[in-house]
């Protein structure tokens, strides 16, 4: 999602399947900020959908969600593809149905999709769907042939100030906030594009993950400078409205956060360079006197249990992952693991993936899982351990003091001990946090293979 001066644009090991470059056209146009849109050609995809670059907007308590995705036909051979754009991060989708004059885009892994139909020229309307809730989860979609590869939000037509702290990338400590009056601390990560000063990347990170790769711009309206950020993975749609305190000065901001059909928090922010999040590492571990995880859980595949004590986890060290299909950060840190495990297996390591899904139903979640496992070439094992929520994975798992998180990784020593857990995960999107988190990972495995 960032920039090359702020954050890597290759991950480490394989792509995750979903993570692939956006798909182009050979034609293109200039659009009003001199970036490049594709054209449309004479072929076109079903429900109106044309190639080139749009833009989808998700209306969801009284605001607008927007998101850019690239549209590509069908060429030799491949399927038409549909890719989710934010930021550096390329999303795509290649499970596209059509029954009458409605079509559904799956989003990747997540049990959700988008369900649209033509509506008039270069237009499309529709709904988000997820299908893993416990009651029906619908928003109102809309799209349209995109007229800049970069404007998210329209504001006044002043053209933004460029700040030097937002050029190089500004740290901020930030404190969110739900309408309940809870709080929680994040540190949030925003820079200014060099040569469009309304362009913005960034995220925040919390101590139980990150809100992985936002896009946005600075904006002016009703008279005040807004950062506007947002993101669309399929699994979320987030919104982040961040207004300055003083025009002209980043060093106090304060906003809404929104989160898919009904989730809202504020938020203020302050500029500093020093910010951080509690140590990952210290914020949950085994109950007094526990030293072990004692578990036998259902295999992905019928039949089959999964449990540390099996012959084939004996003397090796062994990573426990729980996490959640349904869950982003959970994706970012698998498609780390995955391409790590083919290349590190041999050295005696072996990593356990413990599910908790939206679902009681052991075979209805093993589905999940299994494809999950398919799209993400995962080739470490897969257990169904329970259903998504904390709580149920708390109790689940005894030994340990409390659950905090999806995705929290538990590492194992070559005597089936406990020595490490580790809460959250800081994805790709966090930039060089995200490389702290992989040497910390390295770091954590090698010594205990050295024991």
């Known amino acids: 999602m960032y920039l090359p001066s702020l954050f890597q644009k290759v991950l480490l090991g394989a792509s995750f399947t979903l993570l692939m470059a956006a798909c182009s056209s050979d034609s293109s146009s200039t659009t009003q900020d001199g970036s490049s849109v594709p054209e449309a050609d004479a072929s076109g995809l079903p429900a109106g959908l044309k190639p080139g670059t749009w833009r989808g907007v998700l209306s969801a308590q009284g605001q607008e969600i927007p998101f850019l995705f690239d549209v590509s036909t069908a060429d030799n051979g491949q399927k038409p593809t549909i890719t989710l754009r934010n930021g550096e991060e390329r999303l795509k989708l290649d499970e596209i149905t059509t029954a009458g004059d409605s079509t559904t885009i799956r989003l990747g892994v997540f049990d959700a999709a988008l369900v649209v139909r033509a509506d008039g020229a270069d ?10 809730g416990k009651e029906p989860y619908r928003v109102p979609f809309t799209a349209g042939r995109a007229t800049s590869a970069t404007t998210l939000f329209a504001g006044d037509t002043q053209k933004p100030a460029v700040y030097g702290d937002l050029v190089k990338g500004a740290t ?14 994040a540190v949030g990560i925003i820079k200014q594009d060099e040569k469009n000063s309304a362009l913005l990347t960034g995220t925040f990170l919390t101590t139980t993950g990150d809100y992985r790769y936002l896009a946005g711009n600075l904006v002016t309206k009703d008279g005040a400078e807004h950062m506007m950020l947002s993101t669309f993975d399929g699994s979320h749609g987030f919104l982040f409205d961040g ?3 003083k025009p002209g000065n980043i060093n106090a901001i304060s906003g809404d956060f929104y989160s898919g059909k009904s989730g809202h928090e504020t938020w203020t922010a302050t500029l500093d360079a020093n910010a951080k999040l509690p140590d990952a590492n210290a914020l949950t571990g085994m109950k007094a006197g526990q030293k072990r995880l004692d578990f036998k859980f259902p295999s992905i595949y019928e039949g089959a249990s999964i449990s540390p004590t099996d012959p084939k986890y004996k003397g090796k060290v062994v990573v426990l992952q729980i996490l959640g299909s349904w869950c982003p950060n959970c994706m970012d840190e698998t498609n780390f693991l995955a391409p790590w495990y083919e290349k590190n297996k041999q050295r005696g390591v072996e990593i356990i993936g413990l599910g908790y899904e939206r679902t009681p139903d052991q075979a209805l979640a093993s589905q999940k899982l299994l494809k999950m496992k398919q799209r993400l070439n995962v080739g470490y094992d897969l257990a169904v351990a329970g259903v998504a929520n904390k709580d149920s994975a708390s109790s689940s798992l005894p030994q340990l003091a409390k659950v905090l998180a999806f995705p929290t990784t538990i590492f194992l020593d070559k005597k089936g001990e406990v ?10 999107g966090t930039g060089k ?6 040497d910390e990972f390295e770091k954590t495995v090698a010594g205990l293979l050295a024991e």
Do not use: M
Request: glycine share 10%.
């Open 419 to 428: 020595r490490k857990i580790h809460t959250g995960f800081s994805g790709p």
């Open 172 to 185: 901020f400590s930030v404190e969110f906030r739900d309408d309940e009056g809870k709080t929680y601390p």
């Open 123 to 132: 237009k499309v309307k529709g709904s988000w769907v997820k299908y893993d």
């Open 243 to 245: 207004k300055l305190a």
């Open 433 to 438: 946090y995200y490389q702290q988190e992989v």
